[in-house]
């Protein structure tokens, strides 16, 4: 059994990092890798109440500038919406402008979809393979102002490992 440490409101993503460096060895597997990388960081930080992916998949409504929506993939937390088009919501920016959303207060940010009434902050980062957007890693806490920016550069920096650890369909 892989033993994980104690769940952190600061924790040592240094440590994070060789942690789930380990846990995704020998396995490259979308599904497998991103159903255990959502435990392991909803397991790691405190104040969390959802942590998962949203992948691209066909968009209902394809443009030529966005041809996919993005779908709910692997998490850990309450149900969620399925289907977020680009653009749309925090997880709809991220992933439209390939940049981190990080949100203070959710209810101040125009188009928050809220999934589950209780979150009060959120950061989004964007999955990019090979300069494509795959989806977005989504988190959300209770509290407001949960996320700083120590916790973007940690939280890119484990994301960026399973993106090494994986492999992706060709969209
Ligand atoms: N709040 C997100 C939607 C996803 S849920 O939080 C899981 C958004 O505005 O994109």
Redesign the pocket.
């Known amino acids: 059994m892989f033993e994980t440490s104690a769940a952190s409101e600061k924790p040592d993503y240094a440590f994070l990092v060789k942690q789930i460096r380990s846990i995704l060895e020998g396995e490259r597997n979308l599904s497998t890798n991103a159903s255990q990388f959502s435990a392991f960081i909803y397991h790691s930080l405190t104040g969390l109440n959802?942590a998962g992916f949203y992948l691209c998949a066909a968009a209902k409504n394809p443009t030529a500038e966005f041809p996919h929506d993005l779908l709910v993939g692997p998490f850990q937390g309450k149900v969620?919406?399925a289907r977020?088009p680009f653009k749309r919501?925090?997880?709809?920016t991220a992933a439209a402008e390939k940049r981190t959303v990080l949100v203070a207060d959710?209810h101040a940010f125009p188009g928050?979809?809220?999934?589950?009434s209780a979150?009060n902050s959120?950061i989004?980062i964007p999955v990019i393979v090979n300069g494509q957007v795959a989806g977005v890693f989504?988190i959300?806490s209770p509290h407001l102002n949960r996320f700083s920016a120590e916790d973007q550069q940690g939280l890119e920096a484990l994301l960026a490992e399973f993106i090494n650890a994986t492999d992706f369909p060709t969209l």
């Open positions: 959802w969620a919406c977020i919501g925090v997880c709809g959710v928050h979809i809220a999934c589950d979150s959120e989004v989504d959300d």
